[in-house]
C-alpha cells in the first residue's frame, strides 16, 4: 500500500486540453517544476515575471524541446519557481487564459520544497524569454 501511495504522490495531472500540439513527436523527459525551493519563511515561487514580446514556447523539461507543452502569450505573467544551474531553463507556473493567476497558489509559503501539481499549469522555458520581477 505505501508503495501504491509513493508512486500516486509522484503521478502528473494531465495536461489542459488546449495545450499547443506536439511539435516533433512525445517528450523524451518530463521534469515537474519544483516549488518552495527558497526555503519555508518565502513564496513558493520566487519571482512574479513577463513574458518578453513575440511570447515563448513552454516545455516539459529543461533542454526537452521535441515536443511543446504550451505557448504563453507575450506580456503574460508567469511565477518563475526554479532556474538551471546556468540559468538557460525556468521552470515556471502559469495560469490559463481567462483565469485568476492568484488561483495557483505560488505566491504563499510551502513548508518544503515539492513538485508543484496545480491547479495551474507548469512547464520550462527558454531563460532570457522573460523580464525576471516585472
Do not use: H
Not at 518563475?80 to 505566491?107: N, S
Amino acid at each position: 500500500m505505501l508503495l501504491a501511495l509513493s508512486l500516486a504522490a509522484c503521478s502528473q495531472p494531465a495536461p489542459p486540453a488546449d495545450n499547443a500540439p506536439a511539435v516533433a513527436g512525445e517528450p523524451l523527459a518530463t521534469r515537474a517544476v519544483m516549488i518552495g525551493t527558497e526555503g519555508p519563511s518565502l513564496p513558493a515561487c520566487s519571482s512574479i515575471s513577463r513574458v518578453k514580446d513575440g511570447g515563448t514556447d513552454v516545455y516539459w523539461a529543461p533542454g526537452e524541446t521535441r515536443a511543446v507543452k504550451a505557448k504563453v502569450a507575450g506580456g503574460a505573467k508567469v511565477s518563475v519557481c526554479e532556474a538551471t544551474d546556468d540559468d538557460a531553463w525556468f521552470g515556471i507556473v502559469f495560469a490559463a487564459p481567462g483565469t485568476d493567476e492568484d488561483m495557483c497558489g505560488v505566491g504563499k509559503s510551502v513548508q518544503n520544497a515539492r513538485e508543484y501539481q496545480g491547479p495551474c499549469r507548469w512547464g520550462w522555458i527558454r531563460g532570457g524569454t522573460v523580464r525576471l520581477g516585472a
